[in-house]
Every structure is written in C-alpha cells, then in structure tokens.
C-alpha cells in the first residue's frame, strides 16, 4: 500500500517480553521509521526479569531508531500511557499507538498511515483504530467508516486531537451538560471509567465531547495477545475475543461523507452492558430478579470448596430468574443440572451477539439478556434420553460461522454421533464465539454404558476421549 509519510510509533512495554517479540517483529514488517518505547516500572523484585527482558529487547533493535524512555517507579498502566503519550505528541505531531501485545497486520500501518495524511488537515476527525470488534461494526459496512468512540488496541491520532485530555474529566462533564450535550449517548460506561482513571475512556470522552469522528476499518486488522497467562488487566476474552485479523489484501474506498455511521452510538450503548453480570443487564429489574441477583452474588462469594452449596444456589437462581425449573427431568441428578447452570452463569461475558441453543433459548435469553441479538433454537429432548440425530438433521442445514454462542447440552448421549456434532458446533460457531458442550464424564479410563437399561449408543466419555476428538477435528487447542 503506499504512503506519503511513515510516521513514528509510540509503543507501551512493561515486561512481556514474550508478546514484545511478536509486536515488533510486525513493525519491522511494516518499516516504521522510528519508535519511542516506553516502560513502566517495576511493581516489585517478580517484575524485575521481564523488565530487564523487555529493556535488553528494546535497546538491541537495529532496523529502526529507538528512543527508551523507562521510568523508575511504577505508575500503573493508566498513568504509564498518559504520560507517555504526552512525551511522545510534545516531540511528534502525529503517530501511531501499540502496546506489547498488539500485533499489527500487514497494511495495518500503512493504512493508519495514509489516514493520517488524508485527514491530518481536517479538525472534524480525532482518530483511527486498527482494532475492530464485529460487536461495534454496523452490519452494512464494506470499507472504512466513521464512529463515535475512540479506538484502543492498535490506534493513531495527532497532536491536536491528544491535548484534549487536558481537560479533566469533571470539568468536561460539567460542560457538556451545560451545552446540552448527552455524554452518555455513545454509551455511559466511559463516563465511569474516565472518572476512575481510564486514559482510553478519557481520550475517547474527549473526543466525543468535541463531536469529533474516529475512522474505523470494515475489519479487525490487530491481534490482541494479552488475555490469559499474558494478561495484566484482562485474563479473560469472553465476547471481548476478536476475530484473527488478516492482512489488508484489497484498496478501500475513503467514505464518501464524513459523518458518523447511524449505527455507531446504538452499538456501543449496547456494548456498554458487556461488563455486566447478567443480573444487571435486565432494565427495571423486578424482586424476583433483584432476588436471584442476591443469590447469585452470594454464591460467587463463597468459597470454592463449598461447591454443593454454590451450585444449590446458581441453580435456585437461574430457575428464579426464568421461571422455569432446570430440573423438571426427575433422570437428571440435581448436581449436573446445576453444575451446568453455574458452569454458563460463570461464562456470562460469552453470551452475545447471535445464539443457537439446542432444545432451549432459556439460558441464552436468561444469561445474555440485552446482549443477543438474535436467539435461535434447533429441536432436541431432555438429558440422557436425548436424540442426538433429531438435532443434527436441523444443524446440518444451518451456515457455517453464524453463531457467537452455541448452547448444546444434547450432543452428548449418543457416541456414534458424538463425533459429527462436535463437528457441526464448530462448523456453526465463529472463530471468535465460543460452543458450550454439555458431555456426561466417567472418572474411569474408558468409554462405558451410562445405564444397562438404556441403548449400547448411549455413553459417557473421558476427558482424553473428548480432547482426542478434538485434535481429530482440527480443534486440540480448545
């Protein structure tokens, strides 16, 4: 892709070194110029090795001009990036932003670059993001387009538009409701997390207090790695995991106006309900929900090795909260039931977007609430004497990668069809979706018979039975 100027990077590092690699390896792809690194300090003597790994790292690049700027004390990753980002715009006019553990993908540059000389000039537009999550791009985008919030995760802006966070957060609440202006409107979450501390909720309530648009691709062109054992501030994706991004292989075509996608304010009121408990996202919540909130709260606090009583209460809670009795299949011993209900209560940040269930839409509409779109169901029986085929006759037709969440508590009761609907859940869940299997274990070695009065098809399976048909499947690292 070609480009007028390259322009610097300001790139956050603290002792990931791991991730570091990955990061800067896909800068050196894509001949950036020049970066300024920064690097927080050490929390303690545990940090101190991956630290020093990542400042080794840093001081050795030779494809590319590098200045270090490591503090001494550590300011937390809030106050690490502000000021580092008020160092970096008080020498550059313009640049691109990454941290560790973004990847940027081939064109992903280039194309942020060659933004920022289109509309460097144009005071109407405050940003661009690289990062992009299908929760928050309208369904009819093809090419670029403009929003309302500002982006993290792989980003560019310019010296005007970062100054804006000089104003502290209280004052430009405090003008904006004078000048009539719903703050909130693009969602209230980043009024909360700015008053807290957020730099990325600050940045992004900056602009939009000062109606600026922020540039968006049609598609995530970053990879974010830091969730799990990587983490620092997020271990868990949930309906945050993005899709893989891939390299920019076609021309975009500049929009036509700028003005913000309609879409765009709806999409992230709605994504300003993902950090919520599923209790919380129900607007005007009656006793009895107010009741199983109550229950579900004090279940999570107690410990784990009351694990009984936590799932005697998970269990009560969901029926409280559907009306409707998880257990009404007397074969089904209480504690598998509610084990599956705690099981889907604790993955809550997985239920968004278009759901399938199988047999049920319960727990989709229960646990996702305001945050399924659409919510659709197959046929299936209860636990144990459920026909898998029934089913798989109705999966077989559907699209491949059309579901964020797959709900399938009956593709565990006949073995000979085991393998094709782990199959077909797959086929049907998008890369960044999860499937929720229900599959009935034996703490044995091997596969064995349920129950003699039921048929030979029937079984439960080991662990390593399940994770051998997984590798067999193409999907091991599940």
């Keep these: 892709m070609e480009m007028a100027n390259r322009y610097p990077v300001a790139l956050f590092a603290f002792r990931r070194a791991e991730l570091l690699g990955i990061a800067l390896e896909a800068l050196r792809e894509a001949g950036v110029p020049r970066i300024y690194a920064y690097v927080d300090g050490a929390r303690g003597p545990a940090d101190e090795p991956g630290r020093s790994a990542v400042l080794g790292m840093l001081e050795n690049i030779r494809w590319a001009p590098v200045t270090v700027v490591a503090r001494q004390a550590n300011a937390g990753i809030n106050g690490a990036v502000r000021s580092g980002?008020?160092?970096?715009?008080?020498?550059?006019?313009?640049?691109?932003?990454?941290?560790?553990?973004?990847?940027?993908?081939?064109?992903?540059?280039?194309?942020?670059?060659?933004?920022?000389?289109?509309?460097?000039?144009?005071?109407?537009?405050?940003?661009?993001?690289?990062?992009?999550h299908l929760r928050l791009v309208p369904p009819d985008v093809t090419g670029p387009w403009f929003g309302t919030r500002?982006?993290?995760?792989?980003?560019?802006?310019?010296?005007?538009?970062?100054?804006?966070?000089?104003?502290?957060?209280?004052?430009?609440?405090?003008?904006?409701?004078?000048?009539?202006?719903?703050?909130?409107?693009?969602?209230?979450?980043?009024?909360?997390?700015?008053?807290?501390?957020?730099?990325?909720?600050?940045?992004?309530?900056?602009?939009?207090?000062?109606?600026?648009?922020?540039?968006?691709?049609p598609r995530?062109?970053?990879?974010?790695?830091?969730?799990?054992?990587?983490?620092?501030?997020?271990?868990?994706?949930?309906?945050?995991?993005?899709?893989?991004?891939?390299?920019?292989?076609?021309?975009?075509?500049?929009?036509?106006?700028?003005?913000?996608?309609?879409?765009?304010?709806?999409?992230?009121?709605?994504?300003?309900?993902?950090?919520?408990?599923?209790?919380?996202?129900?607007?005007?919540?009656?006793?009895?929900?107010?009741?199983?909130?109550?229950?579900?709260?004090?279940?999570?606090?107690?410990?784990?090795?009351?694990?009984?009583?936590?799932?005697?209460?998970?269990?009560?809670?969901?029926?409280?909260?559907?009306?409707?009795?998880?257990?009404?299949?007397?074969?089904?011993?209480?504690?598998?039931?509610?084990?599956?209900?705690?099981?889907?209560?604790?993955?809550?940040?997985a239920f968004f977007g278009c759901g399938l269930a199988v047999g049920s839409t319960q727990a989709l509409t229960a646990?996702?609430?305001?945050?399924?779109?659409?919510?659709?169901?197959?046929?299936?029986?209860?636990?144990?004497?459920?026909?898998?085929?029934?089913?798989?006759?109705?999966v077989r037709t559907l699209s491949d990668a059309a579901y964020h969440v797959v709900v399938a508590p009956v593709f565990s009761s006949r073995c000979d069809d085991l393998r094709e609907a782990i199959w077909h859940g797959l086929r049907v869940t998008r890369a960044e979706g999860t499937l929720f299997m229900a599959l009935a274990g034996d703490g044995g070695g091997r596969t064995s018979r349920t129950d003699a009065r039921q048929p030979e098809s029937h079984a439960t399976f080991t662990q390593r039975h399940i994770h051998a048909l997984l590798e067999e499947l193409g999907a091991g690292g599940v």
């Design 220 to 349: 995530n062109l970053t990879d974010h790695l830091g969730f799990g054992e990587h983490a620092t501030t997020q271990r868990v994706a949930g309906q945050w995991r993005t899709t893989p991004a891939a390299p920019i292989a076609e021309r975009w075509e500049w929009p036509a106006r700028l003005e913000a996608h309609p879409e765009s304010a709806p999409l992230n009121r709605l994504a300003a309900l993902a950090h919520l408990h599923p209790w919380k996202r129900q607007p005007q919540p009656d006793l009895r929900r107010q009741l199983s909130a109550a229950l579900r709260r004090f279940a999570c606090a107690l410990p784990r090795g009351l694990g009984r009583v936590r799932l005697r209460l998970a269990d009560a809670a969901l029926r409280l909260r559907t009306r409707v009795s998880s257990r009404s299949d007397p074969a089904v011993p209480w504690w598998m039931s509610a084990a599956w209900d705690a099981f889907l209560i604790e993955n809550f940040d």
């Design 85 to 132: 980002l008020d160092d970096f715009f008080s020498r550059e006019p313009a640049g691109v932003v990454v941290e560790e553990d973004i990847r940027l993908v081939e064109g992903a540059y280039a194309w942020m670059c060659e933004a920022l000389d289109r509309y460097g000039d144009d005071p109407r537009v405050g940003a661009i993001g690289a990062g992009s």
């Design 150 to 217: 500002a982006p993290g995760w792989g980003w560019a802006t310019w010296r005007r538009a970062w100054a804006l966070v000089q104003e502290p957060v209280d004052a430009l609440l405090a003008r904006l409701e004078r000048e009539g202006f719903d703050a909130a409107s693009s969602g209230d979450d980043v009024i909360a997390l700015a008053r807290v501390g957020y730099w990325d909720a600050h940045f992004a309530l900056a602009c939009y207090g000062a109606r600026l648009l922020v540039l968006n691709p």
């Design 367 to 394: 646990i996702g609430g305001a945050q399924m779109q659409r919510v659709e169901f197959v046929d299936g029986c209860a636990w144990w004497q459920a026909d898998v085929r029934c089913s798989l006759n109705s």
